[in-house]
């Protein structure tokens, strides 16, 4: 059973910095792809910044230069820096990820239960 742990959502000012965790678990073989959405009310869920294997990170044009996602591979762990944080990203972040556990022959899609994030004007 693959689980998405996520933690650090939470009140901040506009202005302000929150840091986002991600950790994944569960006989885990490789990690292709690890990052964050977010939803806010009344609207789809988008992609806020990603890694694929082997690659660099991929952001959304409306969080470039003020969040940054790192990785530890041994932990399979994603963490997501957001500063400068303003009204517009408040939503709820989930955490995602395409898998491959022990045992399957290829990667799924995976979804954490998702951490609010209010950032107050």
């Known amino acids: 059973q693959v689980q998405l742990v996520e933690s650090g959502g939470g009140l901040v000012q506009a202005g302000g910095s929150l840091r986002l965790s991600c950790a994944a678990s569960g006989s885990i073989v490789s990690v292709n792809v690890m990052g964050w959405y977010r939803q806010a009310p009344g609207n789809e869920r988008e992609l806020v910044a990603s890694?694929?294997?082997?690659?660099?990170?991929n952001y959304a044009d409306s969080v470039k230069g003020r969040f940054t996602l790192s990785r530890d591979n041994a932990k399979n762990t994603v963490y997501l820096q957001m500063n400068n944080l303003k009204p517009e990203d408040t939503a709820v972040y989930y955490c995602?990820?395409?898998?491959?556990?022990?045992?399957?022959?290829?990667?799924?899609?995976?979804w954490g239960q998702g951490t609010q994030v209010t950032v107050s004007s």
């Open positions: 995602n990820a395409n898998l491959r556990r022990l045992g399957d022959s290829r990667g799924y899609f995976y």
């Open positions: 890694f694929t294997s082997g690659r660099s990170a």
